[in-house]
């Protein structure tokens, strides 16, 4: 007798990692001769479980409603889940399967069932659940096929192709001399007052050293503040399109995003109204990011003020991640979420801002962020800090601090190039149908996939904008990343933060994939 599994398969339709899935399920079920009842949900109809597993689509979850498997579902995770739970299984037929009800991811990934000795050692539900970082492996492909010689246009990943202050290389090359022990888990005391000090010019608020936390980049200060800030359970507003960590940095604190949706007719500017609508029970915290990465909107100075009130008469923890506050083009700025609410004469002690120099410096690859918070806030994360990094790297904190104090006009010359590649790169992207907005901040092209959507590209049908990226990769060598990655499908983000030569081959690849392209109700091709 053979052994009955039933299994749930949260999808959604036109997916191809979800359609891959499913054929990996059905193929590895019928390989060990196991019958299996396979219930297919659609996310996209349950509001709820939209907003809970929209970056952890495909989701694998067992009768009892336990999650076993997440995005990235691969053959060998189903093989051994397979494995697991058919020699768990009673034998014989099981003739009324029906959909369990839906579950908690973080409760599932909290329950273990037996290990199976037949399946080997297996990695925990958490280690199942964490999605690697979207853009870091469309990156880390596109970098491998350069390596093996294809001329592939890495417009996915966020880093700025400009170099560093002369001042930071230098003060890092002296400090593979003379800082070469551990530094303090908040930070060298040095890089402290010298962000305390700039934090104190750009804000135009007393700034005091035991206010900053220095950590590995902003986004491990970020997974810090999630896990002082919040508790288990805990319900955080993330307005969308949202940087793709700040979800799964929730998740695994325990905490539940809360979406907060913006519209392209408002320039994806996130509004008071908005927010408001989904403050409820168990709602904690805010993370706000003006300029937006992927939209590069700034949320208007007004709207940014009254959802600081509503934060505030709410009791809600502010995160403000503003790691793009200096790149701002077009004449705009991006007020500091401390200066609006200094101004209006807030409390501060809700309000934590992050930032960097990653972006601001393009030292992406030295790992130095930074928060400013409240003392109690630095002090609980570097408690948190000291168990996990240490600190971050002394010579490298040497190099930031060497750029807050002299940047040799980098962010101004930045700012400036960033600006001319901004306007020709997108007025060639709307020039050829793919509508875009023109981006107030940081250096990403949001653009509309709509013109390759229901279209085949090179003889493959593209209903999703992933199905779209991974064409435009496999046939253009263009990488960029898809608007999945940021909870908004049918768009596209693409960095011009490269030299304008690759931006505008990049335009003549796009309108060469375009043109060939052919509708796949009639296959006729793009007028």
Same mark, same amino acid.
Not at 261 to 272: H, I, K, N, S, V
Not at 399 to 416: F, I, N, T, W
């Given at each position: ?14 997916? !191809? ?41 495909? @989701? ?72 690697? !970082? ?60 010298? =962000? ?19 950590? &590995? ?39 539940? !995003? ?24 168990? =709602? ?34 502010? =995160? ?5 506050? @200096? ?82 006009? !980098? ?69 960029? =990343? ?30 060469? &994939? ?14």
């Amino acid at each position: 007798m053979t052994a009955a599994l039933r299994l749930t398969l949260y999808r959604r339709p036109g997916c !191809s990692l979800c359609d891959e899935a499913e054929r990996l399920l059905e193929a590895e079920a019928a390989r060990q001769g196991v019958a299996l009842s396979l219930v297919r949900v659609d996310i996209d109809a349950d509001p709820e479980r939209l907003a809970r597993f929209l970056l952890a689509i495909p @989701v694998v979850a067992d009768a009892e409603g336990n999650v076993r498997l997440q995005a990235p579902v691969d053959a060998a995770g189903v093989r051994a889940l397979i494995t697991e739970l058919a020699s768990e299984a009673p034998h014989g037929p099981r003739p009324h399967l029906s959909p369990h009800p839906g579950m908690e991811v973080a409760a599932s990934m909290a329950s273990h069932a037996p290990e199976s000795a037949a399946s080997g050692p297996r990695l925990s539900r958490r280690a199942a659940g964490i999605p690697g !970082s979207p853009t870091v492996a469309l990156d880390a492909r596109a970098k491998a096929m350069l390596a093996a010689g294809e001329q592939v246009l890495n417009l996915a990943v966020g880093e700025p192709d400009l170099p560093p202050p002369a001042a930071a290389l230098e003060a890092a090359r002296r400090g593979l001399e003379r800082a070469t022990k551990y530094a303090p888990p908040a930070g060298r005391p040095e890089l402290r007052r010298a =962000v305390a000090a700039a934090a104190e010019r750009e804000h135009g608020v007393a700034t005091t050293p035991d206010m900053v936390l220095v950590g &590995v980049g902003g986004k491990q200060v970020l997974y810090s503040l999630f896990h002082v800030l919040f508790d288990p359970g805990d319900r955080v507003l993330v307005p969308v399109p949202y940087w793709v960590s700040y979800p799964d940095q929730l998740r695994l604190a325990g905490c539940e !995003s809360v979406f907060v949706p913006t519209r392209p007719e408002d320039g994806w500017r996130l509004t008071a109204a908005a927010v408001a609508a989904r403050i409820g029970p168990g =709602v904690r915290g805010i993370v706000l990011n003006s300029p937006n990465n992927p939209t590069g909107a700034i949320v208007d100075e007004g709207e940014f003020t009254a959802i600081l009130d509503l934060c505030r008469r709410h009791d809600l923890w502010v =995160v403000s991640d503003e790691i793009y506050g @200096v790149l701002t083009y077009g004449g705009r700025t991006a007020p500091s979420a401390r200066t609006l609410a200094a101004r209006a004469g807030m409390d501060l002690r809700r309000v934590v801002v992050v930032d960097g120099a990653s972006k601001k410096f393009a030292m992406t690859g030295f790992r130095v962020g930074w928060a400013i918070a409240p003392p109690d806030v630095v002090e609980a994360a570097a408690r948190l800090q000291s168990q996990v990094t240490s600190s971050a790297a002394a010579p490298c904190q040497l190099a930031a601090e060497a750029a807050l104090a002299d940047d040799g006009g !980098s962010v101004a010359h930045m700012r400036q190039v960033y600006e001319e590649r901004r306007d020709r790169f997108v007025a060639g992207l709307n020039a050829l149908g793919l509508a875009t907005p023109l981006p107030d901040g940081a250096f990403y092209a949001w653009c509309s996939a709509a013109p390759f959507l229901g279209r085949s590209v090179a003889g493959v049908p593209c209903f999703s904008t992933e199905q779209v990226a991974a064409r435009l990769l496999d046939v253009a060598r263009i990488a960029c =990343v898809p608007g999945e990655a940021f909870g908004q499908p049918g768009y596209l983000r693409m960095s011009f933060a490269n030299p304008q030569e690759v931006l505008d081959l990049a335009l003549a690849r796009l309108g060469e &994939v375009l043109a060939a392209t052919t509708d796949v109700a009639t296959g006729t091709t793009a007028s």
